[in-house]
């Protein structure tokens, strides 16, 4: 079992840049594939990446991949999403989660979820 905390959410201008964390606990951390989610007021909760234990087995969104990369440190059981060039549709909850599966853009699949960190980009 994987207990998942976020971080590095807030109030930023179109334009910034934000590194969201995801801290996790346990000594297995290297054997989750971790996936970022995000959930806007009124909408569906959506994926924007996911990673393997592999790290570079990792997939972004169609929709940010040009300006969100994720990544991990195995030795500091984290996981980050870098977001960059924010927009305003950027607005969200993210949510880390993880899932002894394999990489996989379905949230259905993902077994531990994290409480999740407010972002919002102001225009």
């Known amino acids: 079992q994987v207990q998942l905390v976020e971080s590095g959410g807030g109030l930023v201008q179109a334009g910034s840049s934000l590194r969201l964390s995801c801290a996790a606990s346990?000594?297995?951390?290297?054997?989750?594939?971790m996936g970022w989610f995000r959930q806007a007021p009124g909408k569906e909760r959506e994926f924007v990446a996911v990673?393997?234990?592999?790290?570079?087995?990792?997939y972004v969104a169609d929709s940010v991949e040009d300006r969100f990369t994720i990544s991990r440190d195995n030795a500091k059981n984290t996981v980050y999403l870098q977001m960059n060039r924010l927009k305003p549709e950027d607005t969200a909850v993210y949510y880390c989660?993880?899932?002894?599966?394999?990489?996989?853009?379905?949230?259905?699949?993902?077994?531990?979820w994290g409480e999740g960190t407010q972002v919002t980009v102001s225009s």
């Open positions: 346990g000594r297995t951390f290297r054997a989750y594939t």
């Open positions: 989660a993880a899932t002894l599966g394999v990489k996989s853009m379905d949230r259905e699949r993902y077994a531990y």
């Open positions: 990673i393997n234990w592999h790290v570079d087995g990792t």
